[in-house]
């Protein structure tokens, strides 16, 4: 298995986990919510965060966007659902749990690969 998927199914991983304990845990969202929102967010915030924003921003600022994005995605979903719901301190703790991840995976993205270096 290539780095990148393996990062990427790490990604998810961490981000369904996340969701869980903030949607799921918390609010008791259905699992197909919960998968659905992980793969939709691991892959906008590989995409955003970890490709265009790491290697020109930093880890830091990054991260804050990858768990600000992750929180105004859930909203959207929860917008357009009748049956996923989240509620303010929900999405605050899924954004700072996706913040406190993605630092975490973002050192080890630039320690893996020189590409991710600034």
């Given at each position: 298995m290539s780095k990148?998927?393996?990062s990427l199914l790490f990604?998810?991983?961490l981000t369904f986990i996340a969701g869980w304990l903030a949607f799921g845990f918390m609010e008791g969202n259905m699992f197909t919510w919960l998968l659905l929102l992980a793969v939709v967010i691991t892959v906008l915030n590989y995409i955003v965060?970890?490709?265009l924003l790491l290697?020109?921003?930093g880890n830091i600022i990054s991260a804050i966007v990858d768990g600000f994005?992750?929180?105004i995605i859930a909203y959207v979903v929860d917008?357009?659902?009748?049956t996923f719901k989240t509620?303010?301190?929900a999405l605050l703790i899924f954004g700072l749990i996706i913040t406190l991840s993605e630092i975490l995976f973002h050192r080890y993205l630039v320690k893996d690969n020189e590409i991710y270096s600034r």
């Amino acid at each position: 298995m290539s780095k990148t998927i393996s990062s990427l199914l790490f990604k998810l991983l961490l981000t369904f986990i996340a969701g869980w304990l903030a949607f799921g845990f918390m609010e008791g969202n259905m699992f197909t919510w919960l998968l659905l929102l992980a793969v939709v967010i691991t892959v906008l915030n590989y995409i955003v965060g970890d490709m265009l924003l790491l290697p020109r921003a930093g880890n830091i600022i990054s991260a804050i966007v990858d768990g600000f994005m992750a929180a105004i995605i859930a909203y959207v979903v929860d917008m357009l659902s009748d049956t996923f719901k989240t509620t303010f301190v929900a999405l605050l703790i899924f954004g700072l749990i996706i913040t406190l991840s993605e630092i975490l995976f973002h050192r080890y993205l630039v320690k893996d690969n020189e590409i991710y270096s600034r």
